[in-house]
């Protein structure tokens, strides 16, 4: 009997814990980056979903980060084509593109919104000029040092006829976090670049990717392939 006056109270504890747990983790919106890329063997396309997380913890100063990987499309015949969750800022590294990224395309798209605003917009934005994420190839995929930097523009190193039709930007929805396993319960953030780049995750592989592109002695370089 005295142990089960105290299911209440843990109980309650318990509820508590978790229902903090997931106000301070739940993202404020997720978006769909998809990428296009026309071809002598047509259209070929491929997107990731993004969380993007405020910062609700309890100490003083934070920041938004996101959670979700790099979207790595294959053109086939061992061509590929990346966009890093990296932004350039006047030739330096900027990682928190990635995290306001939605919200500054749905703006350029004429939609006056702030951060708060960016989960309840529909429809796909276009992501052009100073918002565009750094793209990169590899021209084996399985060793970082063979990255190349490739501009939106110019796609030729990766064959004749090949160029980038369009980067899109979408909010989607989300869901019951952290149940939000697909469907009615929300859009998942998306992984698996590793299947792509098995080295992805690894810092000091990561490190060499970015030198190879123009970004080096980058912090944590590994957040411009995969984000936990």
Same mark, same amino acid.
Not at 49 to 78: I, N
Not at 138 to 147: E, K
């Given at each position: ?5 105290? &299911? ?125 994420? &750094? ?33 899109? &930007? ?59």
């Amino acid at each position: 009997m005295n142990i089960l006056k105290w &299911v209440g109270p843990v109980g309650l504890l318990a509820a508590l814990v978790i229902g903090d747990q997931i106000r301070i983790n739940r993202p404020a919106h997720k978006y769909r980056l998809t990428m296009e890329v026309e071809t002598p063997d047509g259209v070929k396309s491929a997107s990731n979903v993004v969380s993007v997380h405020p910062y609700r913890g309890y100490q003083p100063s934070g920041k938004v980060t996101s959670r979700g990987d790099a979207v790595v499309l294959d053109l086939g015949g061992g061509r590929n084509l990346a966009a890093l969750m990296l932004h350039d800022d006047k030739g330096s590294a900027d990682f928190d593109g990635a995290n306001f990224v939605a919200m500054r395309a749905y703006q350029a798209a004429g939609r006056k919104i702030a951060f708060r605003d960016v989960s309840s917009q529909t429809g796909a934005v276009p992501v052009t000029g100073e918002l565009m994420p &750094v793209l990169a190839s590899f021209t084996d995929p399985r060793d970082a040092s063979t990255a190349r930097r490739l501009q939106p523009d110019d796609l030729s190193p990766l064959g004749t006829g090949t160029r980038l039709r369009s980067v899109t &930007v979408e909010a989607v929805p989300n869901g019951f976090w952290p149940i939000d396993f697909g469907g009615g319960l929300g859009e998942p953030v998306t992984r698996g670049v590793t299947a792509k780049l098995p080295w992805a995750t690894s810092e000091g592989e990561a490190a060499r990717a970015l030198a190879a592109i123009g970004f080096p002695n980058t912090p944590e370089p590994a957040t411009a392939l995969a984000r936990k």
